[in-house]
């Protein structure tokens, strides 16, 4: 089934692909039946126990293998994923209206994205994980340019690729380095680890999961993104992608929390994203800008929970995860149909909503008062746990979070008061365009469904309560209650809520500027540096001048024969095999070098020659008298080659700077050393003696013929030697063209 | 093994490198037939000691030299042959278009080098 669902998500990507261009906007709708069967897989799998598994092995030696496992936290995420994303698609069907451009490609790019997020949740090899990882950013990046023509689009665009990219770099090396450590790559069998690389990795994975979930200081990314539609915020940037992060720290959480540094870094970015993103909220005046600083402040608080790892943290970490989805996705949709309607997001511009939208406001304040953490909605069962949890802790432990919860809280409700005011509160009235269903239908749904989830309370903690469970390591968790009783959370709930909307309510109508933002500009400066520092690379190491390339290449190859030094053996070194061998070797050496003093081009084609020849005497006195005649036949066609090719051009050769020339001889030199030292120490290893015998009496008894070589050659490899024919076939065709190609142009010329 | 054989094939592939490093085509084809040299003769030298041709019948087999070597070594020489040719062929074309033998910079190479110095041009990720 999960291979089937994955397979029909990315065949309905390809006809979408195809076809998007005809069909236009309801491309949009035809996207949404694969997410809307997965939603409905999903539901039906609610009550099971049991983890749905599938896997496709494709390296067993090395663990490479597509392996999903849904169990209970990844069926809570499957619908999310796919459940908001139908009302995504729907509410994009709307969003884009008749005559939008390119809908088509946006409703592939969407479909390919949530493809990824499913195999992102559903992965249970963290390889399986780390692939749908970096295809929720390169999915992320195409939505986020989705409107290319503007520069603004661009740069936010390339900000989150860019970070969230790294991030993934990040992850792949943490990964190695914990299931190094851990001994599997199965998430689900992950055992608690310990030791230097471990903690190390843990580290990575904590960072990597900061990038992707937009924690301070990599945050910058996220309000940037909020340049993409709506739909896209809404789903990517609030419901789903920047989840991905507080779900690898969830799922990695039962392995790794035994590390100091996990943990402590995990609460670091969860309690300072808290405070840093709710103060944003508070003070940015783009009504889409406030929800995405609001939605960092909320994975601070995510990560801070999952961090902290006890059973009740964990249990608030899992109902707010849904209650954020809920919320976050509403409150999104709802500023997108403002946007559209209105034609402005800008909270000085809007006024008089709550009387002109009244179905908008209503869901608003529905997706707001759960945001805020009020009753009876199940935000607040969310907060309550979270506070609960926050309480129960002892130590330094207990003020960080405290502090991330309970100040988060505090916050929160202030910048949610102050955006129902700032948008639906009085002012000169906004004029609307007509309404759209498919836009006012999706966000009072979702808004609809928080409070559905407070009055299901029963059936919701006994989903909620096993993912919890499982993400805890097992851990005995406690029920969600509709109401707690008159217990210390209750009273800090209270003064939560009392205090964050008088803080909110004043701060509604003021007038103001929004913050500049100093971190998104440092982090585009630093990526500036970074393509800067390719760039500078590039040109160094590909200035276009071959010699300078081979030189490079022969001196790193060279270093590659330095681990041999340890392994030369005299021991199998004689001088020479007779005293003949010793004096052609010389000579060798002696024309070849001759060919670098040799001015003439004549002159150096004979001094070739005289090599090549030397070469084939050295061949005789090896006892091989075949390789000998071919070396000779060889030898005087190139010379023939040669003189016929430059002869005639008897300038002498051009001399190169003495600079430049020092360092070609030092390479040269170190050069052939290598190759000395690379065959001596081969020598120290003799594989054993050739079966000669056995060679000799088959070449005769099978192969016909007493010259073994030849036998070799046309017999054992025989194909080979046909190979090689064509070879030299091929190659005699194209010196022929080239030839004739040139005599016509020279003809031409003259 | 021998060692006045090391030494040649060391001193071959050191003149070999330094001519291929050059500008002139025409050193260049020298320094690839040296290099190639250097590589057959590696080659039936880390297959044994010398020995009689392996011919059955004309020496016992102890006596013979390595025969599989000599098989790959044969195959070896044949293919340089065909590239030193086609080099050959080559460097007579650029020295029909160009009047010279030189090997120039590659113009590409040099185009995107001389990009860091001029201004930046940001990239497009819409063009994706």
């Known amino acids: 089934m999960i291979f089937g669902l994955l397979v029909l998500h990315v065949a309905v990507c390809a006809v979408l692909a195809c076809a998007g261009r005809r069909l236009g906007r309801s491309s949009l709708l035809v996207g949404a039946v694969p997410p809307a069967l997965s939603a409905l897989w999903g539901t039906a799998r609610l009550g099971d126990g049991s983890a749905a598994t599938a896997d496709l092995t494709w390296v067993s030696g090395l663990d490479l293998a597509m392996t999903f496992r849904v169990d209970a936290f990844a069926g809570i995420m499957t619908l999310i994923v796919s459940g908001i994303g139908v009302l995504v698609f729907v509410y994009a069907f709307g969003y884009f209206g008749p005559g939008a451009a390119r809908t088509g490609r946006f409703a592939t790019t969407l479909l390919a994205f949530s493809t990824s997020m499913l195999g992102l949740v559903w992965a249970d090899s963290v390889w399986t994980l780390f692939v749908f990882w970096e295809l929720t950013s390169v999915t992320s990046f195409l939505l986020v340019g989705h409107k290319s023509t503007d520069t603004e689009v661009l740069v936010a665009a390339r900000r989150a690729l860019m970070v969230t990219a790294g991030g993934g770099l990040v992850l792949l090396a943490g990964l190695l380095l914990v299931t190094g450590a851990a001994g599997t790559t199965l998430i689900s069998e992950l055992a608690p680890v310990d030791g230097t690389a471990a903690t190390v990795g843990a580290v990575l994975v904590m960072i990597a999961a900061a990038t992707k979930s937009a924690q301070v200081p990599f945050h910058p990314w996220l309000p940037g993104a909020m340049v993409a539609p709506t739909p896209v915020s809404a789903y990517l940037h609030a419901a789903t992608m920047v989840k991905a992060g507080v779900v690898l720290v969830a799922v990695a959480g039962p392995a790794l929390s035994g590390i100091g540094a996990w943990k402590g870094c995990g609460l670091a970015f969860g309690a300072v994203s808290v405070l840093w993103g709710a103060l944003g909220a508070l003070r940015h005046r783009d009504a889409k800008l406030i929800l995405a600083w609001g939605t960092i402040s909320q994975l601070g608080m995510l990560i801070t929970l999952f961090s902290v790892g006890t059973p009740t943290a964990v249990l608030a970490a899992v109902s707010l995860l849904v209650a954020h989805a809920l919320f976050k996705g509403a409150l999104f949709l709802i500023v997108g149909e403002i946007d559209v309607r209105a034609g402005t997001r800008h909270i000085d511009e809007l006024g008089g909503l709550a009387r002109s939208m009244p179905v908008t406001f209503a869901a608003a304040t529905l997706a707001g008062l759960s945001m805020a953490g009020a009753p009876p909605l199940f935000g607040f069962v969310a907060k309550e746990t979270a506070i609960k949890a926050a309480l129960e802790l002892d130590g330094p432990e207990a003020w960080i979070v405290g502090l991330g919860v309970i100040g988060g809280s505090v916050l929160t409700v202030a910048y949610t008061a102050r955006f129902l005011v700032a948008v639906f509160g009085p002012g000169p009235e906004t004029p609307l365009s007509a309404r759209r269903h498919a836009l006012s239908a999706p966000p009072a749904v979702l808004a609809v469904g928080g409070l559905a989830a407070f009055a299901a309370l029963g059936p919701l903690d006994a989903v909620l309560g096993p993912a919890a469970v499982r993400l805890s390591g097992g851990a005995q968790v406690e029920h969600l209650h509709r109401w707690p009783g008159l217990e210390p959370a209750l009273a800090v709930s209270a003064v939560v809520l009392v205090v964050g909307a008088i803080v909110g309510l004043a701060m509604g109508g003021r007038p103001g500027q929004a913050p500049a933002d100093h971190a998104a500009r440092w982090t585009d400066a630093a990526i500036d540096g970074t393509v800067a520092l390719g760039r500078a690379t590039v040109a160094r190491v590909q200035h276009g001048s071959l010699p300078v390339y081979l030189v490079t290449m022969a001196a790193v190859a060279t270093l590659a024969a330095t681990p041999f030094l340890a392994d030369i053996s005299l021991d199998h070194l004689v001088g020479w095999h007779t005293p003949l061998q010793g004096v052609l070797a010389a000579t060798v050496v002696g024309a070849a070098a001759a060919l670098c003093f040799i001015g003439t081009r004549l002159g150096a084609g004979l001094a070739l020659g005289a090599a090549g020849i030397t070469v084939a005497a050295l061949f005789v006195i090896h006892g091989a008298p075949d390789l000998a005649l071919t070396q000779l036949l060889v030898e005087a066609a190139i010379v023939v080659g040669f003189v016929l090719a430059f002869g005639h051009l008897s300038r002498s050769f051009p001399m190169a700077g003495l600079r430049w020339r020092t360092v070609r001889i030092a390479v040269a030199g170190l050069g052939g050393a290598a190759v000395v030292i690379g065959l001596g120490a081969a020598s120290g290893n003799p594989v054993g003696a050739p079966p000669l015998a056995e060679l000799a009496a088959a070449s005769v008894d099978e192969g016909g013929g007493s010259n073994i070589v030849n036998v070799i050659l046309t017999d054992i490899r025989g194909l080979d030697t046909l190979g090689e024919v064509l070879v030299l076939a091929t190659v005699a065709l194209g010196v022929q063209a080239l030839a004739r190609a040139g005599a016509g142009r020279e003809g031409s010329a003259s | ?128």
């Open chain 2, 1 to 128: 093994m021998s060692t006045a054989l090391l030494l040649a094939i060391g001193g071959l592939t050191a003149v070999g490198l330094y001519l291929l490093t050059g500008r002139s085509l025409s050193r260049i084809v020298l320094g690839y037939s040296l290099l190639g040299h250097a590589t057959v003769v590696a080659l039936i030298t880390a297959g044994g000691p010398a020995g009689w041709p392996p011919i059955a019948g004309q020496a016992a087999p102890e006596d013979m030299s390595n025969p599989l070597p000599q098989a790959l070594t044969l195959t070896a020489i044949v293919i340089s042959f065909g590239l030193t040719l086609f080099l050959l062929a080559l460097a007579r074309r650029q020295r029909t278009l160009s009047g010279d033998d030189l090997v120039e910079d590659d113009l590409e190479d040099r185009r995107i080098a001389a990009v860091e110095s001029g201004p930046t041009e940001p990239e497009d990720p819409a063009a994706t």
